[in-house]
């Protein structure tokens, strides 16, 4: 099982650890609930270093980007953040993922850690074609770099602390090298994954503990704390993100999953499912990814059905959880296109319970 730069760290905190897309990884420190609330009212950190980096360069790097990515790339600038997926050339997606634009023949891709060794192949099986090298223009530094999230209203205040420049009003996805803490160029991204605020730190793995303890020390006064992945998972949760593997995956359209904001048709934009997708755009999508909050009391977990008030199936979960910060079950689920909008009743399944729950547009979270 591999591990991050920062294992060592969580082990002496006494963190729950467990094995996540072949990482050792903290699944919790003081407790989920805790955790999530420390993140929406002050600051945490995540270790997120098992997240994969590849890195795309040289002339061909953009014609190849709008290519294999479903958004478009031509519209980002030298310090721009973009969300976007890789169609998978069946109609569904390969993964999600965000492309940064360090100049006009430089992008980095990151990518969910359960799909670097899939998205890379992804990648070097269309690399040829555009004249892209893997180990040269195409390059795999997933295992080089070292990335915290620090988010929450008060993470900017802290990491202010340790950069020289102003950077608390950057806007969000948006980034800049900076030096922080005495690291060389290190990538300073405003986003997340929790809706919290704050931002993203990209620096070599030689550098990490430097950045730890640096960040860990800038925190303090502010009581940060470390945060697992299960707040991570329900913060992203209350927000409404996608999350890979449930949300989004190879049988699931961008626009079955409400993506259809990063799913560009634009004019010279000749990328991998146009096609597909041109065409179910025209024909309309018989069923859509939508949010829910429980109006019965219950947990909504993945893969339990959704039902109408019949008994019909609907659709099914795909996330579900108690929102830590509504006190209510939340979730998001596949459904037929007829049960998509807002205010309409659906029923979740739990143990053989019919429960009622109200379909809500996300966030479920709002400040």
């Known amino acids: 099982m591999k591990t991050t730069p920062f294992t060592k760290y969580h082990i002496e905190a006494g963190a729950k650890m467990a094995p996540f897309a072949g990482y050792n990884m903290p699944i919790e420190f003081t407790g989920i609930n805790d955790e999530h609330a420390c ?55 390969v993964d999600d993922l965000l492309v940064y634009r360090i100049n006009a023949e430089t992008y980095l891709l990151v990518v969910n850690a359960a799909n670097i060794e899939k998205d890379w192949n992804f990648l070097c099986a269309e690399a040829p074609a555009f004249g892209l090298t893997p ?11 070292a990335q915290l999230a620090v988010q929450g209203p008060l993470a900017m205040k802290a990491i202010q602390k340790l950069v020289s420049e ?18 060389k160029d290190a990538i300073l991204s405003i986003t997340g994954y929790t809706g919290a605020g704050g931002c993203e730190i990209y620096v070599a793995n030689e550098d990490a503990d430097k950045l730890w303890k ?23 949760l209350e927000m409404g993100f996608c999350l890979y593997g449930n949300d989004i995956d190879d049988t699931t359209s961008p626009l079955e999953a409400g993506l259809g904001w990063i799913t560009k048709f634009v004019d010279g934009k000749d990328f991998i499912d146009r096609d597909k997708m041109e065409a179910l755009k025209a024909a309309g999508v018989k ?16 893969d339990y059905p959704i039902v109408d008030e019949q008994g019909r199936n609907i659709g099914r979960v795909t996330s579900g959880t108690m929102a830590p910060s509504l ?11 007829a049960f998509s909008k807002p205010g309409t009743e659906i029923f979740i399944e739990v143990r053989g319970r019919k429960l009622k729950a109200e379909v809500v547009k996300p966030p479920f979270y709002k400040k």
């Open 39 to 93: 993140v929406r009212e002050r600051l945490g950190v995540f270790d997120v270093s098992h997240m994969g980096e590849i890195w795309v360069k040289g002339p061909k790097a953009e014609a190849f980007l709008q290519h294999v990515t479903s958004n478009n790339v031509a519209q980002l600038y030298d310090g721009k953040v973009q969300y976007s997926c890789f169609p998978n050339g069946k109609g569904g997606i």
């Open 135 to 145: 180990g040269k223009e195409l390059y795999n530094a997933s295992d080089e770099i």
């Open 166 to 183: 102003p950077v608390e009003d950057m806007e969000y996805y948006t980034f800049r090298k900076v030096d922080i803490a005495g690291i």
């Open 214 to 236: 640096a960040v860990f020390e800038a925190g303090e006064e502010f009581g940060i704390k470390s945060i697992g992945l299960g707040a991570r998972d329900t913060l992203r």
């Open 287 to 302: 069923r859509k990814l939508v949010g829910f909050e429980m109006i019965d009391k219950g947990i909504p977990r993945h």
């Open 327 to 337: 006190k209510k079950g939340v979730g998001m689920g596949y459904v037929e296109t």
